[in-house]
């Protein structure tokens, strides 16, 4: 994966905001009258979102099409994108159902709806939940711990799901995505000047010019987090990752598993390919009896959103389709230079000044220190 560099909107980034701005303008004149005065979660009106003071705040759009996510400072976004995880995040699930299946010191009903409620571990799921006391009313005996449980579980988090999904309903009367025409969504991806999808680092992005003015893009605009659930991003530019067709639609789809956000983080040194050799001919690329994986670097503070970027995208996977290209690696490195001839070609690049990511480049097409080393298998 890929870093993104936050600048590669620069261009872009005012007119959209100036075009997004006023169409949600127009719809907020529009539907003014329609907007639900509900105070979701107890806590939050959809207005607080586009208004000040009963007035249409240009402001909080900007703030909202311009969200740093990798530094959410606004409470209330921090609180949305948490419940949109209460509500969708499967593996938070299991792992919160396992934990509290083990602690022996939770006996009655009301321990399990307290305990789960703590890993919620959110201010307006907290308030909400606890107002009415749902869980403990229902005293009937269940035929086992665990299914007593997971029942107070769902019926706390269908609660929160449910009212989380009527908000996003509301939200999207003002908020969707769909008021990004596709001229705009062309000119987004061109802007950005990506060439490679950084999700697997190896599909090109393509422009092509359509007509004489317009240009277009083979690229989609992947919504790191998807619109079908965070409906109050859908707009947020952001959000947007230029990405390949394959990666957005077939492999991340509405998938929330936290992966690394190309904004702010890459694999860089984090995440090496390596090779299970099968023979001693594949050690030096001559025949394709090996495998292609990548080593993830067990101290990395971003193991756990590496695995599931590599998970995500089936990036082992797809790699096995590269094993000529490795095996043209291996030839080169391992019998084609030799020492004497890397010398003196050293010295030429040395004279040129070249970068030692530079002199990889010529010799193998790309940087070498992306690959660690190969293993035998046994
Ligand atoms: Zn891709």
Known sequence: MIKLEKK?????????????????????????????DKKYFDQIQVKDFVETSGEFDDEKIRKLLLLDFSEINNS??????????????NEKKEKILTEIKDDETLIRREDYCKKIIDYFNNDWVKNF?????????????????????????????????????????????LIDYKLIKSDLRHEIIVSSNISICPYCNR????????????????????????????????LSLYNFTPACQI???????????????????????DAKFGINVY?????????DHFDIDI???????????????????????????????????????????????????NNTFNELNFTKEQIDTFYYGFNINFISNFRLSA
């Open 76 to 89: 209330y976004f921090k609180n949305y994108l948490e419940i949109a995880y209460i509500c969708y995040d």
């Open 203 to 234: 599909q090109y992005i393509s422009n092509y010019k359509k007509n004489k003015k317009t240009k277009k893009t083979t690229a989609d605009l992947d919504h790191f987090y998807p619109k079908s659930i965070f409906q109050l991003f859908s």
């Open 279 to 287: 023979d001693m001919d594949a050690c030096y690329g001559l025949s």
């Open 295 to 345: 080593d993830i670097n067990d101290e990395s503070s971003n193991k756990e959103e590496i695995i599931n970027s590599i998970d995500v995208f089936n990036l082992e996977s797809i790699y096995q389709n590269h094993k000529t290209y490795v095996q043209e690696i291996l030839q080169k490195k391992e019998l084609i230079y030799t020492d004497t001839y890397l010398e003196m070609m």
């Open 8 to 36: 590669m909107y620069d261009s872009i980034k005012d007119k959209y905001v100036r075009n997004i701005t006023e169409q949600i303008k127009e719809n907020y004149n529009k539907q003014k009258k329609k907007i639900s």
């Open 129 to 173: 939940l606890l107002k009415d006391n749902v869980c403990y009313k229902d005293d009937k005996k269940a035929k086992s711990r665990i299914s007593e449980i997971k029942e107070v579980y769902s019926i706390l988090r269908d609660k929160v799901k449910k009212e989380f999904d009527e908000f996003n309903e509301e939200i999207k009367k």
């Open 247 to 269: 990666c957005n639609r077939y492999f991340k789809g509405k998938n929330i598993k936290k992966i690394l956000y190309p904004f702010e983080k890459e694999f860089g040194i």
